[in-house]
């Protein structure tokens, strides 16, 4: 029998570089990626995440969030580990009924050893300059006028949740994209 091996989940605030760094995860470590944000709107009968927050609202896309990663988590194969890249407020998210709570979710995955969680940390400022040379069409909560200014809150909020949800934590401000995979590859070796 061969010892399981853990999904290496991504967490951050939006900006952060989880899909980016997924994606060459995926391509160096030979696995799988996934990125929620392409899955939870079918959860929610919409094709984006701009239209489940345009038609249904947050506390819906929040749903469909949450029954997308319980669905995602629940698939999960020892012997096919995958790259997870979270949307940038997954973690905080729940289904209407508040019976599923993300966080609760990802904390199991880690106690038992399903999944290692890190999370790219990057301060306002830095968030704030990538999120302003982006394409943000499909981030429908800072894409508004005071959106941007809405980040330090959210980050204020998030960021204590995230630290403590995270096995590992890699301060990516002063790091290129290269530099951030190295330190999230040895980060999961840890």
């Known amino acids: 029998m061969s010892v399981p091996r853990p999904d290496l989940i991504l967490l951050g605030l939006p900006g952060s570089g989880k899909t980016t760094l997924a994606e060459r995860l995926g391509r160096e470590l030979g696995r799988p990626v996934i990125d929620l944000d392409d899955r939870a709107p079918a959860y929610a009968g919409c094709s984006t995440i701009a ?3 345009e038609r249904l609202g947050e506390a819906s896309f929040r749903d469909a969030e949450t029954r ?3 669905d995602v988590l629940d698939a999960q194969d020892a012997d096919a580990p995958r790259i ?10 729940a289904t209407l009924d508040a019976s599923i709570a ?3 979710l990802l904390r199991l995955a880690q106690d038992e050893r399903r999944a290692i969680l890190v999370y790219l940390r990057l301060s306002t400022p830095s968030l704030i300059a990538r999120l302003e040379q982006a394409d943000n069409h499909h981030r429908p909560t800072l894409t508004s006028p005071t959106g941007l200014a809405a980040l330090e809150a959210i980050h204020h909020t998030r960021d204590p949740l995230y630290q403590a949800l995270a096995g590992a934590t890699i301060e990516c ?4 994209e290269a530099q951030s995979v190295e330190a999230v590859l040895r980060a999961s070796r840890a």
Not at 84 to 93: F, K, N, S, V, Y
Not at 173 to 176: R, S, V, Y
Request: hydrophobic residues 50%; proline residues 4%; negative net charge.
């Open 84 to 93: 997870i890249a979270l949307g940038g407020g997954t973690p905080t998210a």
């Open 102 to 104: 993300a966080a609760d």
């Open 173 to 176: 401000d002063d790091l290129n």
């Open 68 to 70: 997308a990663l319980a």
């Open 51 to 53: 239209e489940v927050f």
